[in-house]
């Protein structure tokens, strides 16, 4: 089984410091919503992001990310042939545990929508039988309740020769959510930081690398 996380994701909703921006409140009468329950988005709040976060501005409000990363591993064939477990790791230290079978909006604002609901019930569609759920909890501590070797792919990590890497058959991999910089969580409890190419990669093509690798492999 190969449990796959996107740490530290930019994934948030807009905090209370720019919720009175005027780009912020705009969007949110647009949308027919109260600005604390509109998940930040730089598409839309780049103003209000760049006038309060100074050098953080370029990472933050990036729900993009975490769109295409779990399309990507939501419909992958290793998903399908139950060997994939999906996590999100949010700047927050929230975690969203993913049924194997969701399958995610494949419009970007239904997505939005459902994630505006997550992370302000806390679980998607209820709370019964949910199929996406949130809980507060470290990138250490989910790590340490999977359990398996961890990994985590970082263009500052140790260079390896990946078309011949060997990716082990229990293994946790821990995937950048965020467009620039660095993890904001310490992960040095990870067994091995490796770099798998020269250049830097968009998060959802590393995580399709590992799960075509572990795909290659099983
Ligand atoms: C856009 S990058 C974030 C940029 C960041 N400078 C970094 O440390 O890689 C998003 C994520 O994709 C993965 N990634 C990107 N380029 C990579 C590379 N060359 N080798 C390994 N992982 C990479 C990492 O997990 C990274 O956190």
Redesign the pocket.
């Given at each position: 089984m190969m449990h796959l996380i996107l740490g530290d994701a930019e994934l948030e909703l807009v905090p209370k410091e720019i919720q009175g921006h005027p780009a912020v409140v705009k969007h949110a009468k647009s949308r027919r919503k109260r600005p604390s329950n509109v998940i930040l988005d730089a598409t839309y709040h780049h103003q209000a992001i760049r006038s309060k976060y100074g050098a953080e501005a370029e990472r933050r409000g990036r729900p993009d990310i975490v769109h295409f990363f779990l399309m990507n591993a939501q419909e992958s064939i290793l998903n399908k042939e139950g060997k994939l477990r999906v996590y999100v790791h949010t700047r927050n230290n929230e975690v969203i545990f993913i049924e194997p079978e969701t399958r995610l909006p494949k419009s970007y604002p239904r997505f939005i929508g459902l994630m505006e609901n997550l992370l302000h019930n806390g679980c998607v569609p209820n709370c019964d039988s949910p199929l996406m759920r949130m809980e507060k909890m470290s990138l250490k501590s989910l790590v340490e309740e999977i359990g398996e070797k961890t990994i985590?792919?970082?263009?500052?990590?140790k260079r390896v020769d990946w078309k011949s890497y060997e990716i082990p058959e229990d293994v946790t991999v821990?995937?950048?959510g965020?467009?620039?910089?660095?993890?904001l969580s310490n992960v040095s409890f990870a067994s091995e930081i490796?770099?798998?190419?020269?250049?830097?990669?968009?998060?959802w093509v590393?995580a399709y690398e590992v799960i075509t690798k572990y795909e290659g492999v099983r």
């Open positions: 985590v792919l970082s263009e500052s990590g821990i995937i950048g965020f467009p620039s910089g660095d993890f490796i770099s798998i190419y020269p250049e830097t990669l968009m998060a590393a």
